[in-house]
């Protein structure tokens, strides 16, 4: 199985300010593609997780610009440029390469 | 736009077996590409991804549950079942019904065509159905 480790756990930001949050996993994520196949997922307070980006860098349809993803092979990375309120929630990064999705144990953004 | 519903039990016992349904809308599981999976969250914890199926009945499973879990499809009926055998306390907690979206990374010669290449990944979720296990 591959193992996803996110860092840290626990992240209070202040709004207005960046906040960043780190994604290792136990094996590359490099899809012969070329692609890196990890995902980035919000789950908001008392709601069900949705995709904020996919492959890596991508974001999905209807998120902010001021969130990005970047990082290839194991080392992944989400930076909020700006956050927002309702920006809170827990972050989770996720592994598609193998049939065995496997997910970070989450991140927990909370606002100062 | 695509929705997906949870239904099912809210409370099951020890040894029971669990089937939750996902009725979904905006698209159709007689699609080809199309994909629906379930995913469980204990509470407090990160999701656990279950089980998956494909448009043409491909189904791949969580290899430690493979042989507690069942996951099949009502194409007709745009719904997919999912049932989980011998339920423990440990099952307790969410579980999700997913819709796999389709994100084009490329093109791959196939049998001397260029055909699109596509990556398959959860873009969609349910609001949950609430599951605990106790007697």
């Known amino acids: 199985d591959i193992v996803m480790t996110q860092s840290p756990l626990s992240l209070p930001v202040t709004p207005g300010e960046p906040a960043s949050i780190s994604c290792r996993s136990s094996q590359s994520l490099l899809h012969r593609s070329g692609h890196n196949y990890l995902n980035w997922y919000l789950q908001k307070p008392g709601q069900s997780p949705q995709l904020l980006i996919y492959l890596g860098s991508n974001r999905a349809s209807g998120v902010p610009d001021r969130f990005s993803g970047s990082g290839s092979g194991t080392d992944f990375t989400l930076k909020i440029s700006r956050v927002e309120a309702e920006d809170v929630g827990v972050y989770y990064c996720?592994?598609?390469?193998?049939?065995?999705?496997?997910f970070g144990q989450g991140t927990r953004l909370e606002i100062k | 736009q695509i929705t997906l519903r949870e239904s099912g039990p809210t409370l099951v016992k020890p040894t029971q077996t669990l089937t939750l349904t996902c009725t979904f809308s905006g698209f159709s599981l007689s699609t080809s590409g199309e994909g629906v999976g379930w995913v469980r969250q204990a509470p407090g914890k990160a999701p656990e991804w279950l089980a998956l199926?494909?448009?043409?009945?491909?189904?791949r499973y969580r290899p430690s549950m493979k042989n507690r879990l069942t996951i099949s499809k009502d194409t007709s009926r745009n719904q997919v079942v999912l049932t989980l055998t011998n339920m423990d306390p440990v099952d307790t907690g969410t579980y999700y019904c997913?819709?796999?979206?389709?994100?084009?990374?490329?093109?791959?010669?196939?049998?001397?065509?260029?055909?699109?290449?596509?990556?398959?990944?959860?873009?969609?979720w349910g609001k949950g159905t609430t599951v605990t296990v106790s007697s």
């Open positions: 996720m592994q598609a390469l193998q049939t065995l999705i496997t």
């Open positions: 199926i494909y448009w043409n009945d491909d189904k």
């Open positions: 997913t819709h796999e979206g389709r994100f084009k990374v490329g093109m791959n010669m196939v049998r001397g065509l260029l055909v699109d290449s596509y990556y398959y990944s959860m873009d969609v």
